[in-house]
């Protein structure tokens, strides 16, 4: 069976796991406002130490690829691209939105996971659970949070939960307080845990597979100072 090393840096928290098989071996979470480069390097090596691993037992590296913060990011793809050049191991892209809905699993029948990215606008995707399996409705995306909300009308109930909760809550509840239901703390916000298991489903269908050189984020649209620099020309 293979082992997979998972991380996800795309939200403020920061987290990695193994999966061995079916097995999540270990896993180290923290939403501790530090930088994410500061953190992820020491959780990474806390998870090998507990589980008594070495990067020489990896046989897969999985990564939450976005959306979400453009500097978590970037971190991660950097991460693993170290790792997958250094061991010469391939690289699993899992989206940051599946990988929180995978928290959420069997507890609604409609997930909604909603990204901040900001100016009023959400990354997201809707996730209908049937089968005990998760299917997105959409392809990742950004969309203004009121027209959202249109789209979400619809649906008896719905549970939200990614960054964006914290930020659009209040105007959720006005527009569908009786359809809408909240993830608490714990299952808020992507996990490396989420990352792997969808990976690991990933490598038995060959789909999302990339070596070191090739791997890139799914950022969805320019950062602000990108937009910036593109008007300049």
């Known amino acids: 069976m293979s082992k997979i090393l998972a991380i996800d840096t795309s939200t403020v928290a920061a987290s990695a796991a193994i999966l061995d098989g079916d097995n999540i071996l270990g896993e180290e979470y923290t939403a501790y406002k530090l930088k994410h480069s500061e953190k992820l390097l020491p959780l990474i090596k806390h998870l090998l130490e507990d589980v008594r691993l070495n990067l020489n037992y990896i046989d897969y590296f999985a990564v939450g690829s976005g959306p979400g913060s453009f500097t978590g990011l970037r971190i991660?793809?950097?991460?693993?691209?170290?790792?997958?050049?250094?061991?010469?191991?391939?690289?699993?892209?899992?989206?940051?939105?599946?990988?929180?809905?995978?928290?959420?699993?069997?507890?609604?029948?409609?997930?909604?996971?909603?990204?901040?990215?900001?100016?009023?606008?959400?990354?997201y995707n809707i996730f209908i659970n049937k089968d005990n399996k998760l299917n997105p409705l959409y392809s990742d995306s950004i969309i203004n949070i009121n027209d959202l909300i249109d789209k979400l009308e619809g649906y008896d109930s719905v549970l939200f939960a990614g960054d964006g909760v914290n930020k659009y809550k209040d105007k959720i509840s006005e527009r569908i307080s009786d359809k809408a239901i909240f993830a608490d703390n714990y299952n808020l916000l992507p996990k490396a845990s989420g990352v792997a298991k969808i990976s690991e489903r990933y490598i038995k269908e060959d789909i999302n597979i990339y070596s070191y050189d090739n791997y890139l984020p799914n950022y969805i649209r320019p950062s602000a100072a990108e937009e910036q620099r593109l008007k300049k020309k």
């Open 76 to 123: 991660a793809a950097s991460t693993v691209k170290a790792f997958a050049h250094a061991m010469n191991k391939p690289i699993v892209s899992v989206s940051s939105l599946a990988a929180c809905a995978e928290n959420l699993k069997g507890m609604n029948d409609v997930i909604c996971i909603i990204f901040d990215a900001q100016r009023n606008d959400a990354y």
